[in-house]
Protein backbone atom coordinates (compact mmCIF):
# COMPACT_ATOMS: atom_id res chain seq x y z
CA UNK A 1 0.00 0.00 0.00
CA UNK A 2 0.77 3.50 -0.59
CA UNK A 3 0.88 6.40 1.36
CA UNK A 4 -1.99 9.00 0.59
CA UNK A 5 -0.69 11.97 2.64
CA UNK A 6 0.55 11.49 6.39
CA UNK A 7 -1.27 8.71 8.26
CA UNK A 8 -3.15 7.67 5.05
CA UNK A 9 -2.84 4.47 2.55
CA UNK A 10 -3.46 3.90 -1.00
CA UNK A 11 -5.49 0.53 -1.30
CA UNK A 12 -3.80 -1.78 -3.45
CA UNK A 13 -4.97 -5.21 -4.86
CA UNK A 14 -7.44 -4.64 -7.59
CA UNK A 15 -6.98 -1.60 -9.76
CA UNK A 16 -8.20 1.16 -7.59
CA UNK A 17 -10.23 4.03 -8.64
CA UNK A 18 -7.60 6.86 -8.51
CA UNK A 19 -5.66 4.21 -10.68
CA UNK A 20 -8.75 4.03 -13.26
CA UNK A 21 -8.72 7.48 -13.45
CA UNK A 22 -5.39 7.98 -14.15
CA UNK A 23 -5.51 5.25 -16.79
CA UNK A 24 -8.59 6.86 -18.39
CA UNK A 25 -6.93 10.45 -18.49
CA UNK A 26 -3.85 9.19 -20.33
CA UNK A 27 -5.82 7.57 -22.80
CA UNK A 28 -8.04 10.76 -23.41
CA UNK A 29 -4.85 12.53 -23.71
CA UNK A 30 -2.90 9.91 -26.33
CA UNK A 31 -6.05 9.83 -28.63
CA UNK A 32 -5.99 13.51 -28.78
CA UNK A 33 -2.07 13.59 -29.13
CA UNK A 34 -2.40 10.48 -31.64
CA UNK A 35 -4.68 12.89 -33.60
CA UNK A 36 -2.09 15.72 -33.67
CA UNK A 37 0.94 14.36 -34.54
CA UNK A 38 0.26 12.27 -37.35
CA UNK A 39 -1.00 15.55 -39.24
CA UNK A 40 1.63 17.85 -37.52
CA UNK A 41 3.92 18.33 -40.05
CA UNK A 42 1.60 18.60 -42.81
CA UNK A 43 -0.71 21.27 -40.91
CA UNK A 44 2.42 23.81 -40.39
CA UNK A 45 4.10 23.23 -44.20
CA UNK A 46 0.98 23.20 -46.61
CA UNK A 47 -1.11 24.58 -44.45
CA UNK A 48 0.31 27.61 -42.15
CA UNK A 49 3.37 27.26 -45.65
CA UNK A 50 6.14 26.84 -43.42
CA UNK A 51 9.28 25.79 -44.87
CA UNK A 52 10.19 22.05 -43.61
CA UNK A 53 13.62 23.37 -42.72
CA UNK A 54 11.99 26.07 -40.41
CA UNK A 55 9.62 23.60 -38.79
CA UNK A 56 12.21 21.44 -38.06
CA UNK A 57 14.46 24.23 -36.36
CA UNK A 58 11.39 25.60 -34.26
CA UNK A 59 10.83 22.14 -33.02
CA UNK A 60 14.60 21.35 -32.40
CA UNK A 61 14.15 25.27 -30.11
CA UNK A 62 11.08 24.02 -28.47
CA UNK A 63 12.41 20.77 -27.47
CA UNK A 64 15.08 22.07 -26.24
CA UNK A 65 13.63 25.11 -24.32
CA UNK A 66 11.39 22.93 -22.55
CA UNK A 67 14.38 20.62 -20.85
CA UNK A 68 14.38 23.67 -18.66
CA UNK A 69 11.19 22.90 -17.17
CA UNK A 70 11.89 19.39 -15.83
CA UNK A 71 13.08 19.64 -12.23
CA UNK A 72 11.71 22.92 -10.97
CA UNK A 73 8.48 21.48 -12.04
CA UNK A 74 9.61 18.34 -10.19
CA UNK A 75 10.49 20.17 -6.84
CA UNK A 76 6.67 21.93 -7.52
CA UNK A 77 5.08 18.69 -7.36
CA UNK A 78 7.35 17.57 -4.53
CA UNK A 79 6.74 20.90 -2.47
CA UNK A 80 2.97 21.04 -2.99
CA UNK A 81 1.88 18.02 -4.17
CA UNK A 82 1.62 16.55 -7.73
CA UNK A 83 -2.37 16.66 -8.81
CA UNK A 84 -1.80 20.72 -9.09
CA UNK A 85 1.16 21.04 -11.12
CA UNK A 86 0.18 18.36 -13.32
CA UNK A 87 -3.49 19.81 -13.41
CA UNK A 88 -2.10 23.33 -14.11
CA UNK A 89 0.07 21.73 -17.06
CA UNK A 90 -2.44 20.13 -18.72
CA UNK A 91 -4.52 23.45 -18.65
CA UNK A 92 -1.48 25.42 -20.56
CA UNK A 93 -1.06 22.54 -23.26
CA UNK A 94 -4.83 22.81 -23.74
CA UNK A 95 -3.95 26.26 -24.44
CA UNK A 96 -0.84 26.38 -26.55
CA UNK A 97 -2.54 23.74 -28.18
CA UNK A 98 -5.30 25.71 -29.52
CA UNK A 99 -3.50 28.85 -30.15
CA UNK A 100 -1.71 26.81 -32.67
CA UNK A 101 -4.88 27.50 -34.93
CA UNK A 102 -3.88 31.15 -34.87
CA UNK A 103 -0.02 31.34 -35.70
CA UNK A 104 1.29 32.48 -39.46
CA UNK A 105 5.33 32.72 -38.93
CA UNK A 106 8.05 31.11 -37.84
CA UNK A 107 8.03 32.99 -34.86
CA UNK A 108 4.72 32.91 -33.55
CA UNK A 109 4.95 28.70 -34.17
CA UNK A 110 7.95 28.28 -32.36
CA UNK A 111 7.38 30.63 -29.41
CA UNK A 112 4.25 28.79 -29.07
CA UNK A 113 6.03 25.71 -29.66
CA UNK A 114 8.04 26.61 -27.01
CA UNK A 115 5.30 27.37 -24.35
CA UNK A 116 3.65 23.86 -25.27
CA UNK A 117 7.18 21.85 -24.47
CA UNK A 118 7.89 23.85 -21.60
CA UNK A 119 4.20 22.51 -20.22
CA UNK A 120 4.53 19.11 -21.67
CA UNK A 121 8.10 18.59 -19.49
CA UNK A 122 6.21 20.04 -16.30
CA UNK A 123 3.28 17.72 -16.76
CA UNK A 124 5.89 14.91 -17.37
CA UNK A 125 8.20 15.39 -13.74
CA UNK A 126 3.98 15.99 -12.13
CA UNK A 127 2.80 13.20 -13.96
CA UNK A 128 5.57 10.92 -13.07
CA UNK A 129 4.96 11.43 -9.39
CA UNK A 130 1.31 11.72 -9.55
CA UNK A 131 1.43 8.06 -11.10
CA UNK A 132 4.23 6.90 -8.15
CA UNK A 133 1.66 7.71 -5.57
CA UNK A 134 -1.09 6.02 -7.08
CA UNK A 135 0.94 2.92 -8.10
CA UNK A 136 0.13 0.70 -5.20
CA UNK A 137 1.64 -2.60 -3.87
CA UNK A 138 2.18 -3.56 -7.78
CA UNK A 139 3.21 -0.50 -9.50
CA UNK A 140 4.54 -2.55 -12.41
CA UNK A 141 1.66 -3.81 -12.92
CA UNK A 142 -0.28 -0.37 -13.17
CA UNK A 143 2.56 1.07 -14.63
CA UNK A 144 2.46 -1.59 -17.13
CA UNK A 145 -1.20 -1.53 -17.62
CA UNK A 146 -1.31 2.48 -17.96
CA UNK A 147 1.66 2.24 -21.15
CA UNK A 148 -1.06 -0.29 -22.95
CA UNK A 149 -3.45 1.88 -22.85
CA UNK A 150 -1.27 4.83 -24.00
CA UNK A 151 -0.52 2.69 -27.15
CA UNK A 152 -4.06 2.16 -27.47
CA UNK A 153 -4.87 5.53 -27.23
CA UNK A 154 -2.11 6.82 -29.84
CA UNK A 155 -3.20 3.59 -32.27
CA UNK A 156 -6.90 4.94 -32.23
CA UNK A 157 -5.56 8.80 -32.18
CA UNK A 158 -3.52 7.75 -35.62
CA UNK A 159 -6.67 6.51 -37.10
CA UNK A 160 -8.92 9.28 -36.28
CA UNK A 161 -6.30 11.24 -37.94
CA UNK A 162 -6.40 9.63 -41.30
CA UNK A 163 -9.47 10.99 -41.93
CA UNK A 164 -8.13 14.78 -42.05
CA UNK A 165 -5.32 13.88 -43.68
CA UNK A 166 -7.41 11.99 -46.54
CA UNK A 167 -9.46 15.10 -46.74
CA UNK A 168 -6.83 17.73 -46.79
CA UNK A 169 -8.26 21.08 -45.60
CA UNK A 170 -7.64 23.39 -43.59
CA UNK A 171 -10.95 22.93 -41.25
CA UNK A 172 -10.19 19.21 -41.14
CA UNK A 173 -6.59 20.19 -39.76
CA UNK A 174 -8.09 22.75 -37.43
CA UNK A 175 -10.66 20.07 -36.41
CA UNK A 176 -7.55 17.74 -35.49
CA UNK A 177 -5.55 20.65 -33.37
CA UNK A 178 -8.84 21.64 -31.43
CA UNK A 179 -9.58 17.66 -30.50
CA UNK A 180 -6.14 17.80 -29.28
CA UNK A 181 -6.86 20.80 -26.85
CA UNK A 182 -9.93 19.41 -25.40
CA UNK A 183 -8.23 16.35 -24.76
CA UNK A 184 -5.50 18.16 -22.13
CA UNK A 185 -9.05 19.86 -20.80
CA UNK A 186 -10.76 16.34 -20.98
CA UNK A 187 -7.71 14.51 -19.18
CA UNK A 188 -7.50 17.14 -16.86
CA UNK A 189 -11.25 17.35 -15.73
CA UNK A 190 -10.99 12.92 -15.51
CA UNK A 191 -7.99 13.83 -13.53
CA UNK A 192 -9.42 16.63 -11.16
CA UNK A 193 -12.66 14.11 -10.37
CA UNK A 194 -10.94 11.10 -10.27
CA UNK A 195 -7.56 11.38 -8.37
CA UNK A 196 -6.83 12.34 -4.43
CA UNK A 197 -5.03 15.71 -4.56
CA UNK A 198 -2.22 13.79 -2.43
CA UNK A 199 -0.71 15.83 0.26
CA UNK A 200 3.01 16.01 0.03
CA UNK A 201 5.52 13.57 1.55
CA UNK A 202 7.86 14.63 4.60
CA UNK A 203 11.14 15.77 3.14
CA UNK A 204 14.78 15.15 5.15
CA UNK A 205 16.83 17.39 6.14
CA UNK A 206 19.46 16.84 3.68
CA UNK A 207 17.16 17.12 0.72
CA UNK A 208 17.83 19.88 -1.81
CA UNK A 209 15.81 21.09 -4.74
CA UNK A 210 18.74 19.67 -7.13
CA UNK A 211 19.79 16.31 -5.03
CA UNK A 212 19.24 14.31 -8.06
CA UNK A 213 22.06 15.86 -9.76
CA UNK A 214 24.45 14.57 -6.98
CA UNK A 215 22.88 10.91 -7.40
CA UNK A 216 25.48 9.64 -9.32
CA UNK A 217 24.02 6.13 -10.05
CA UNK A 218 20.56 7.62 -11.00
CA UNK A 219 22.47 10.52 -13.16
CA UNK A 220 24.23 7.32 -15.13
CA UNK A 221 20.74 5.29 -15.22
CA UNK A 222 19.00 8.55 -16.74
CA UNK A 223 22.31 8.45 -19.41
CA UNK A 224 21.97 4.82 -20.50
CA UNK A 225 18.60 5.25 -20.94
CA UNK A 226 18.39 7.96 -22.75
CA UNK A 227 21.20 7.01 -25.71
CA UNK A 228 18.80 3.65 -25.29
CA UNK A 229 16.10 5.87 -26.30
CA UNK A 230 16.90 6.00 -29.76
CA UNK A 231 15.51 2.88 -30.61
CA UNK A 232 11.88 4.79 -30.44
CA UNK A 233 12.97 6.54 -33.47
CA UNK A 234 14.58 3.68 -35.07
CA UNK A 235 11.04 2.54 -36.24
CA UNK A 236 9.03 5.72 -36.54
CA UNK A 237 12.24 7.51 -38.55
CA UNK A 238 14.98 5.58 -39.49
CA UNK A 239 13.61 2.36 -41.14
CA UNK A 240 11.10 4.09 -43.35
CA UNK A 241 13.79 6.09 -44.52
CA UNK A 242 15.61 3.19 -45.11
CA UNK A 243 12.55 1.11 -46.73
CA UNK A 244 11.85 4.08 -49.08
CA UNK A 245 15.04 4.68 -50.05
CA UNK A 246 17.00 1.81 -49.97
CA UNK A 247 14.83 -1.37 -50.78
CA UNK A 248 11.63 -2.18 -53.38
CA UNK A 249 9.48 -2.90 -50.73
CA UNK A 250 5.67 -1.47 -51.58
CA UNK A 251 5.01 1.92 -49.90
CA UNK A 252 2.23 -0.16 -47.72
CA UNK A 253 5.42 -1.45 -45.64
CA UNK A 254 5.66 1.59 -44.29
CA UNK A 255 2.77 1.85 -42.77
CA UNK A 256 2.80 -2.17 -41.79
CA UNK A 257 5.53 -1.46 -39.64
CA UNK A 258 3.84 1.24 -37.42
CA UNK A 259 0.97 -1.08 -37.36
CA UNK A 260 3.39 -4.08 -36.33
CA UNK A 261 5.22 -1.79 -33.76
CA UNK A 262 1.91 -0.71 -32.22
CA UNK A 263 -0.20 -3.85 -31.78
CA UNK A 264 3.20 -6.41 -30.19
CA UNK A 265 3.69 -3.43 -27.96
CA UNK A 266 -0.25 -2.86 -27.21
CA UNK A 267 -0.43 -6.65 -26.71
CA UNK A 268 2.70 -7.45 -24.77
CA UNK A 269 2.90 -4.10 -22.41
CA UNK A 270 0.94 -5.41 -19.60
CA UNK A 271 1.95 -9.54 -20.08
CA UNK A 272 5.68 -8.54 -19.98
CA UNK A 273 5.77 -5.53 -17.94
CA UNK A 274 3.87 -6.47 -15.11
CA UNK A 275 6.93 -9.25 -14.47
CA UNK A 276 9.58 -5.81 -13.77
CA UNK A 277 9.13 -5.12 -10.33
CA UNK A 278 12.61 -3.94 -8.68
CA UNK A 279 15.87 -2.03 -10.27
CA UNK A 280 17.38 -5.36 -10.22
CA UNK A 281 15.04 -6.92 -12.85
CA UNK A 282 14.67 -3.64 -14.63
CA UNK A 283 18.31 -3.67 -14.90
CA UNK A 284 18.30 -7.47 -16.57
CA UNK A 285 14.75 -6.42 -18.55
CA UNK A 286 17.14 -3.59 -19.64
CA UNK A 287 19.77 -5.81 -20.91
CA UNK A 288 17.40 -8.54 -22.43
CA UNK A 289 15.85 -5.42 -24.76
CA UNK A 290 20.18 -4.53 -25.76
CA UNK A 291 20.21 -8.36 -27.25
CA UNK A 292 17.12 -7.99 -29.02
CA UNK A 293 18.10 -4.89 -30.50
CA UNK A 294 21.12 -6.20 -31.89
CA UNK A 295 19.24 -8.94 -33.73
CA UNK A 296 16.20 -6.41 -35.25
CA UNK A 297 18.81 -3.95 -36.51
CA UNK A 298 20.44 -6.39 -38.74
CA UNK A 299 17.30 -7.45 -39.67
CA UNK A 300 16.11 -4.60 -40.62
CA UNK A 301 19.44 -3.34 -43.17
CA UNK A 302 19.14 -6.89 -44.89
CA UNK A 303 15.66 -5.82 -46.38
CA UNK A 304 17.85 -4.01 -48.80
CA UNK A 305 19.68 -7.06 -50.16
CA UNK A 306 16.43 -9.62 -50.46
CA UNK A 307 13.53 -9.59 -53.05
CA UNK A 308 10.98 -7.37 -53.18
CA UNK A 309 8.05 -9.84 -52.01
CA UNK A 310 10.51 -10.74 -49.09
CA UNK A 311 11.41 -7.27 -48.08
CA UNK A 312 7.70 -6.50 -46.04
CA UNK A 313 7.93 -9.92 -44.53
CA UNK A 314 11.54 -9.42 -43.47
CA UNK A 315 10.89 -6.23 -42.25
CA UNK A 316 7.61 -7.39 -40.25
CA UNK A 317 9.94 -10.13 -38.33
CA UNK A 318 11.98 -7.39 -37.51
CA UNK A 319 10.12 -4.59 -36.30
CA UNK A 320 8.16 -7.87 -34.01
CA UNK A 321 11.72 -8.81 -32.33
CA UNK A 322 12.48 -4.84 -32.28
CA UNK A 323 8.67 -4.04 -30.41
CA UNK A 324 8.97 -6.99 -28.10
CA UNK A 325 12.77 -5.17 -26.84
CA UNK A 326 10.60 -2.36 -26.48
CA UNK A 327 8.66 -3.89 -23.82
CA UNK A 328 11.14 -5.02 -21.95
CA UNK A 329 13.54 -1.72 -22.41
CA UNK A 330 10.58 0.61 -21.28
CA UNK A 331 9.42 -2.05 -18.27
CA UNK A 332 13.32 -1.87 -17.39
CA UNK A 333 13.26 1.86 -17.71
CA UNK A 334 10.21 2.56 -15.47
CA UNK A 335 11.62 0.46 -12.80
CA UNK A 336 14.73 1.92 -12.01
CA UNK A 337 13.33 5.62 -12.81
CA UNK A 338 10.54 5.15 -9.82
CA UNK A 339 12.04 2.16 -8.36
CA UNK A 340 15.22 3.87 -7.73
CA UNK A 341 13.91 7.61 -6.94
CA UNK A 342 13.08 8.65 -2.81
CA UNK A 343 9.10 9.06 -2.25
CA UNK A 344 9.51 12.49 -0.89
CA UNK A 345 11.88 13.55 -3.85
CA UNK A 346 9.50 11.69 -7.10
CA UNK A 347 8.88 14.94 -9.14
CA UNK A 348 12.17 16.18 -8.65
CA UNK A 349 13.60 12.71 -10.21
CA UNK A 350 11.33 12.25 -12.64
CA UNK A 351 11.96 15.52 -13.57
CA UNK A 352 15.78 14.37 -14.61
CA UNK A 353 14.55 11.24 -16.20
CA UNK A 354 12.07 13.44 -18.88
CA UNK A 355 15.14 15.81 -19.27
CA UNK A 356 17.44 12.85 -20.17
CA UNK A 357 14.85 10.90 -22.11
CA UNK A 358 13.62 14.12 -24.41
CA UNK A 359 17.26 14.92 -25.17
CA UNK A 360 17.86 11.45 -26.04
CA UNK A 361 15.05 12.21 -28.69
CA UNK A 362 15.90 15.55 -30.18
CA UNK A 363 19.87 14.23 -31.01
CA UNK A 364 17.72 11.10 -32.39
CA UNK A 365 17.32 12.12 -35.81
CA UNK A 366 20.57 13.73 -36.46
CA UNK A 367 22.53 10.38 -35.32
CA UNK A 368 20.04 8.22 -36.93
CA UNK A 369 20.06 9.79 -40.29
CA UNK A 370 23.70 11.50 -40.34
CA UNK A 371 25.57 8.79 -38.84
CA UNK A 372 23.58 5.07 -39.63
CA UNK A 373 22.01 6.19 -43.01
CA UNK A 374 25.44 7.08 -43.76
CA UNK A 375 27.04 4.29 -43.14
CA UNK A 376 24.22 1.93 -44.71
CA UNK A 377 24.76 -1.94 -43.72
CA UNK A 378 27.78 -0.95 -41.54
CA UNK A 379 25.83 1.65 -39.32
CA UNK A 380 22.73 -1.02 -38.87
CA UNK A 381 25.41 -3.14 -37.00
CA UNK A 382 26.85 -0.40 -35.17
CA UNK A 383 23.72 0.75 -34.11
CA UNK A 384 23.09 -2.64 -33.21
CA UNK A 385 26.00 -3.25 -31.51
CA UNK A 386 25.86 0.12 -29.24
CA UNK A 387 22.45 -0.81 -27.93
CA UNK A 388 23.76 -4.15 -26.73
CA UNK A 389 26.25 -2.26 -24.66
CA UNK A 390 24.11 0.27 -23.61
CA UNK A 391 21.55 -3.09 -22.48
CA UNK A 392 24.96 -4.34 -20.65
CA UNK A 393 25.26 -1.63 -18.49
CA UNK A 394 21.80 -1.82 -17.41
CA UNK A 395 22.45 -4.67 -14.66
CA UNK A 396 25.71 -3.49 -13.13
CA UNK A 397 24.32 0.06 -13.07
CA UNK A 398 21.29 -1.23 -11.72
CA UNK A 399 23.52 -2.53 -8.31
CA UNK A 400 25.61 -0.07 -8.08
CA UNK A 401 22.16 2.17 -7.55
CA UNK A 402 20.76 -0.14 -5.33
CA UNK A 403 23.89 -0.70 -3.15
CA UNK A 404 23.67 3.38 -2.69
CA UNK A 405 20.42 3.34 -1.17
CA UNK A 406 19.63 3.10 2.41
CA UNK A 407 20.32 0.31 4.17
CA UNK A 408 18.08 -1.30 6.71
CA UNK A 409 19.38 1.12 9.45
CA UNK A 410 18.24 4.08 7.10
CA UNK A 411 22.12 4.63 6.22
CA UNK A 412 23.10 5.92 2.81
CA UNK A 413 25.97 5.99 1.11
CA UNK A 414 28.54 8.86 -0.42
CA UNK A 415 26.50 7.97 -4.37
CA UNK A 416 23.98 9.90 -3.81
CA UNK A 417 20.37 11.21 -1.74
CA UNK A 418 18.87 8.89 0.43
CA UNK A 419 15.65 6.23 -1.81
CA UNK A 420 13.53 4.03 -1.16
CA UNK A 421 11.94 1.69 -2.92
CA UNK A 422 9.42 0.22 -0.04
CA UNK A 423 6.88 3.08 -0.67
CA UNK A 424 5.43 4.42 -3.51
CA UNK A 425 5.07 2.17 -6.73
CA UNK A 426 5.86 3.50 -10.05
CA UNK A 427 3.31 4.37 -12.83
Not at 6 to 13: A, D, L, M, Q, W
Not at 160 to 188: E, H, K, M, W
Not at 222 to 238: D, E, I, K, P
Not at 305 to 330: F, N, Q
Request: hydrophobic share 50%.
Amino acid sequence: MITRGPGKREPSGSETGPQRALIAASFVNRVGNGLFNTAAILYFTFVVHLPAAQVGAGLTIAGLCGLAAGIPAGNLADRYGPRAIWLTALALQAVTMAAFVFIDSWLAFTLVATLDRLAATAGGAAGGALIARAGGERPAAFRARLRTFVNLGVVVGTLGAAVAIQLDTRPAYTALILANAASFACAGLIAFLGVPNYRPLPRPEEHRQWSVLADRPYVSFVALYSAMGLQYQVVSLLLPIWLSAHTDAPRWTVAAVYAINSGVCVLLQSRLGSKVETPRQGGRAFRLAGLLFLVSCPLMALTADVPVWVAPALAGIAVCIHSVGEVWESSGGYALAFGLAPDHAQGQYQGLFGIGFNAGQALAPVILTGAVLALGHTGWLLLGAFFAVVGAAGPPVAAWAERSRPGDDGSSTADGPLSSTAGPGRG
